[in-house]
T-cell receptor, first 113, second 113 residues
């Protein structure tokens, strides 16, 4: 049972436009959400996170939005750059428990020059 | 800091053989995680160690899988006997207990033929 769902396996976006990656979760105990970025032949790297007490967190070109009532979060990248082409993993955890982080299956983003 | 170091980077083995994957976490990190990445299931947590002690091994698929952490600077994941369905990329990650995100190694791509 996937507790963190990324329903779009892939996404193509033109350079300069906005990329929106979506993620849904089912576990109400999750209160901290993370996005990881992964290039081929490398391990995932932490990108941005958001606590459940917030609905938005911004870091440069990257913004994560959280809608707790819908159990939905999204990652916006604007403007998209070819170097953003990678697999993006949505992840979630319950900060009250131990550190187990549950990952989605990932969305492959291709930014077309 | 050399990051999380995994070896080997690639492993090809025949069905039935024993496979040992190795991980050196970042010095000072007290939490270590083994994940497996597949196309169908994304990143799955196999086992979590805290201060060298296994805390959660509920993700270990079956008795053929075992993991050890004899000291703070080394961990192994062993598969015996290996099967073709074990083919995947195996990641090791480490963190400080209260850290927001993990630091992943570059992974070991395992192919069982």
């Amino acid at each position: 049972d996937q507790q963190v769902k990324q329903n779009s396996p892939s996404l193509s976006v033109q350079e300069g436009r906005i990329s929106i990656l979506n993620c849904d979760y089912t576990n109400s105990m999750f209160d901290y959400f993370l996005w990881y970025k992964k290039y081929p032949a490398e391990g995932p790297t932490f990108l941005i996170s958001i606590s459940s007490i917030k609905d938005k967190n911004e870091d440069g070109r990257f913004t994560v939005f959280l809608n707790k009532s819908a159990k939905h979060l999204s990652l916006h990248i604007v403007p998209s750059q070819p170097g953003d082409s990678a697999v993006y993993f949505c992840a979630a955890k319950n900060s009250g428990g131990y550190q187990k982080v549950t990952f989605g299956i990932g969305t492959k983003l291709q930014v077309i020059p | 800091d050399a990051g999380v170091i995994q070896s080997p980077r690639h492993e090809v083995t025949e069905m039935g053989q024993e496979v040992t994957l190795r991980c050196k976490p970042i010095s000072g990190h007290n939490s270590l995680f083994w994940y497996r990445q597949t196309m169908m299931r994304g990143l799955e947590l196999l086992i979590y160690f805290n201060n060298n002690v296994p805390i959660d091994d509920s993700g270990m698929p079956e008795d053929r899988f075992s993991a050890k952490m004899p000291n703070a600077s080394f961990s192994t994941l062993k598969i015996q006997p290996s099967e073709p369905r074990d083919s995947a990329v195996y990641f090791c990650a480490s963190s400080l207990r209260q850290a927001i995100g993990y630091t992943f190694g570059s992974g070991t791509r395992l192919t069982v033929v």
